[in-house]
T-cell receptor, first 113, second 108 residues
Framework: SAVISQKPSRDICQRGTSLTIQCQVD?????MFWYRQQPGQSLTLIAT?????????ESGFVIDKFPISRPNLTFSTLTVSNMSPEDSSIYLC??????????FGEGSRLTVL | KNEVEQSPQNLTAQEGEFITINCSYS?????LHWLQQHPGGGIVSLFM?????KKHGRLIATINIQEKHSSLHITASHPRDSAVYIC??????????WGAGTKLIIKP
C-alpha cells in the first residue's frame, strides 16, 4: 500500500500568481501521476513524473504552465503557473496503475479569483 | 461514444436500500478499478478487478469480461455512503480511462 500526503488541501489565489502543490509518499515509487479535476468533471491526467527524468505531459498540458519536479522516489511537486480562473480545479497526485491498487493524495482544491 | 460509460449519473436512495452502479467499457483491459470520492475531493480505492467478484464489508464488485461490464453494489446503504463512485479501466499499457462518475446520495 501507499500513503500520500498532499498539500495544500485548498487555496484561494489571485489571477496571475503561481501555486506549488506537494506530494509525499511513504514508500519509494517509480512513477507518480498528476491529475486535474475540473468542477463536475472526471479526472484528467496532466503528466507522469518519473524520478531522474523530465515529466511526460498529456495533450493539452505544457511544462511552462504545469512544471513538475521529481527530486527523489518519494516526493513530487506540481506548480500551476500564471493562474487564471479556468485553473480552478481539484489537483490530485497518485501512484499506480501498474502496481495494483490506485492510491491518491487528499487533493488540492484551488480557487483562482 | 465514451470508452467508459457509467450509469446512472446521479442516484438518490433511502437508507437501507440496495444500490447498484454500472460501468461498461469498450476497450481491452488488464484491470478495472472502482473508487470513491468524498465531497472534500479525496479519492479512495475500493476494488481492483480483473475477473469475477470481490466483497469488502457491504460493498460488492463484479466484472464480466466477455460482456465488458462491471457493477458495484452497496448493501444496506447508509448516509455515510454518499459520495461520487468512479469506474476506471486500466489498459495493457497501464493507461487509465476514467468514467464520469456516479453521484450517490443516501437519505436517512
Amino acid at each position: 500500500s501507499a500513503v500520500i500526503s498532499q498539500k495544500p488541501s485548498r487555496d484561494i489565489c489571485q489571477r496571475g500568481t503561481s501555486l506549488t502543490i506537494q506530494c509525499q509518499v511513504d514508500s519509494q515509487v517509480t512513477m507518480m501521476f498528476w491529475y486535474r479535476q475540473q468542477p463536475g468533471q472526471s479526472l484528467t491526467l496532466i503528466a507522469t513524473a518519473n524520478q531522474g527524468s523530465e515529466a511526460t505531459y498529456e495533450s493539452g498540458f505544457v511544462i511552462d504552465k504545469f512544471p513538475i519536479s521529481r527530486p527523489n522516489l518519494t516526493f513530487s511537486t506540481l506548480t500551476v503557473s500564471n493562474m487564471s480562473p479556468e485553473d480552478s480545479s481539484i489537483y490530485l497526485c497518485s501512484v499506480g496503475p501498474g502496481r495494483g491498487e490506485l492510491f491518491f493524495g487528499e487533493g488540492s482544491r484551488l480557487t483562482v479569483l | 461514444k465514451n470508452e467508459v460509460e457509467q450509469s446512472p449519473q446521479n442516484l438518490t436512495a433511502q437508507e437501507g436500500e440496495f444500490i447498484t452502479i454500472n460501468c461498461s467499457y469498450s476497450v481491452g483491459i488488464s484491470a478495472l478499478h472502482w473508487l470513491q470520492q468524498h465531497p472534500g475531493g479525496g479519492i479512495v480505492s475500493l476494488f481492483m478487478l480483473s475477473s469475477g467478484k470481490k466483497k469488502h464489508g457491504r460493498l460488492i464488485a463484479t466484472i464480466n469480461i466477455q460482456e465488458k461490464h462491471s457493477s458495484l453494489h452497496i448493501t444496506a446503504s447508509h448516509p455515510r455512503d454518499s459520495a461520487v463512485y468512479i469506474c476506471a479501466v486500466e489498459d495493457s499499457n497501464y493507461q487509465l480511462i476514467w468514467g464520469a462518475g456516479t453521484k450517490l446520495i443516501i437519505k436517512p
